[in-house]
C-alpha cells in the first residue's frame, strides 16, 4: 500500500471517529438553526458597513458603533446552544488533528513510529505516566 493509499485509509478512520461524527452533527444543527443563521447574517452586513465606511473617509464615532455592534452580536452568536456544541466539537477534532499531525512530525524526523509521543501541553495528561510531571 503507497502512503497515499494509507493517507486515505486515515481519512476513512477519521470521519468514522466519534469526534467527527459528532462536529458533523454540531455543524447540520448549526445549518439548521434560523436564529443562528439570522445572526450570522447580521454579523455580515456589520462586517460590510464597516469595510465600507473604513474605505472613504471615515467617522470614527460610525466605526466605533460598528464594533460594538458587531462585538454584542458575536457574543449573542457564541452564546447559541447550538454554537457551543459546535466549537467544543470543532476543539475536539481540532486536538486530534494536532496530534495526528505531531506524530507524523516525529515519524519524518526518525522517531519510532511504533511509540513516539508529542509532548503534551502544559497541565494535559497523555495517558502515559513516563511523559507526565505529575499528576496536579
Known amino acids: 500500500m503507497t ?25 447540520e444543527a448549526n445549518d439548521n438553526d434560523s ?8 454579523l455580515n452586513l456589520i462586517q460590510m458597513s464597516y ?14 458603533e460598528f464594533d460594538k455592534e458587531f462585538r454584542d452580536v458575536y457574543g449573542e452568536v457564541m452564546l447559541n446552544e447550538n454554537m457551543k456544541n459546535y466549537e467544543a466539537a470543532r476543539e ?5 488533528m494536532n496530534y495526528i499531525m505531531q506524530i507524523l512530525s516525529l515519524c519524518v524526523n526518525g522517531e519510532d513510529p511504533e511509540t513516539c509521543e508529542p509532548a503534551a501541553p502544559d497541565g494535559a495528561c497523555t495517558g502515559s505516566c513516563s511523559t507526565c510531571g505529575g499528576c496536579g
Request: glycine residues 6%; aromatic residues 2%.
Open 92 to 96: 475536539e477534532v481540532d486536538d486530534m
Open 51 to 64: 469595510q465600507h465606511e473604513a474605505e472613504g473617509d471615515a467617522d470614527e464615532a460610525k466605526m466605533n
Open 35 to 42: 436564529d443562528l443563521n439570522a445572526l450570522i447574517g447580521k
Open 3 to 27: 502512503v497515499i493509499e494509507l493517507t486515505r485509509e486515515l481519512g476513512k478512520a477519521i470521519q468514522a471517529d466519534e469526534r467527527y461524527v459528532k462536529l458533523m452533527a454540531a455543524k
